[in-house]
């Protein structure tokens, strides 16, 4: 059955996956990139189910029957795992706002993530990194020290690129930042990397700014708020000075704090917070490393090792 809005019909599933974006939009305060990839997921189910349906909501076999589809696509299992998360969510929601009487979406299997073990780099790749940009140029010392600060803390690149200057304490040492969900943390951010960013903030945030006014604490060589893909941009070029060349990425920085936070010492709840996981599940992708750690313990410290 066809809803029509003036001239145009809408599908049951159209105008439901409408209700759930703005709802994911006004209600939990999602950030662009989530409801984009909400919007992309939920607009290959409408496409595989309403020639189907007739545009109705899809019952619990045609679902198993679409993510079943899904694994011929030599999708990744994260890919999956995410398309599975959207469509629980949108049904959960369909069933909360009454146009549901039963989430279908119950016996759906998740494919296994835990398996895939983060890209990082070791200590030395990760020097050469940092130390690569010209910081002797604006643009070089400001790419330093969103470098510094990114590794010094693990944050997402879209958190990083949304600082604000309200959002660092030079003087506490430490990092507001604002998560998935609008959440708010605090990061503590160590000395080297406070030190980069007040140098960045004195001798060359004024320059890139060109006499512009801006809230945003890192900026573009035209003045603007830095954006993903400037960032990704300046991450491959120094990465290229560095010898880096294959799967570098905002993200494999945050692996590589996350890495070596553990290899230091650090517990699975501290990384979980620094993180800004909501789920520990999440953080225990990188057990790897403790797994690594007991294997070393184990090999200096048994007699029979």
Not at 218 to 240: C, E, Y
Request: aromatic letters at 6%.
């Amino acid at each position: 059955m066809m809803m029509r809005t003036g001239s145009t019909a809408v599908s049951p599933i159209s105008s439901g996956i409408r209700g759930f974006i703005t709802f994911c939009r006004m209600e939990k305060g999602l950030s662009r990139n989530s409801l984009e990839a909400y919007g992309r997921d939920l607009e290959d189910l409408r496409s595989y189910a309403e020639p189907l349906t007739g545009g109705i909501l899809p019952d619990a076999e045609l679902l198993n029957t679409y993510v079943n589809q899904l694994y011929t696509k030599n999708l990744s299992s994260r890919s999956i795992a995410r398309h599975l998360s959207s469509i629980r969510s949108f049904f959960s929601f369909m069933v909360t706002e009454d146009k549901l009487a039963e989430d279908p979406t119950g016996h759906l299997s998740s494919p296994k993530t835990w398996t895939t073990i983060p890209k990082f780099l070791n200590r030395t790749q990760i020097e050469s990194l940092i130390a690569a940009p010209d910081v002797t140029r604006p643009v070089g010392l400001r790419d330093r020290a969103m470098l510094e600060l990114l590794y010094a803390t693990g944050i997402r690149v879209t958190e990083l690129i949304n600082l604000q200057l309200s959002s660092v304490d030079v003087g506490m040492g430490l990092l507001r930042v604002t998560g998935k969900g609008n959440k708010q943390r605090i990061v503590p951010v160590n000395a080297v990397a406070l030190a980069m960013v007040w140098r960045y903030l004195e001798e060359a945030r004024p320059v890139l700014l060109k006499k512009k006014q801006s809230s945003c604490l890192f900026i573009t060589g035209r003045g603007a708020g830095m954006t993903r893909q400037a960032f990704w941009a300046a991450i491959k070029l120094n990465g290229r000075k560095a010898g880096i060349f294959h799967n570098l990425s905002p993200h494999v920085l945050r692996h590589t704090f996350a890495t070596h936070l553990l290899e230091g010492g650090a517990d699975l709840r501290s990384l979980q917070e620094m993180l800004g996981h909501a789920d520990l599940a999440t953080t225990e992708i990188y057990t790897h490393v403790v797994r690594t750690r007991l294997r070393d313990t184990l090999d200096k410290h048994h007699p029979r090792a």
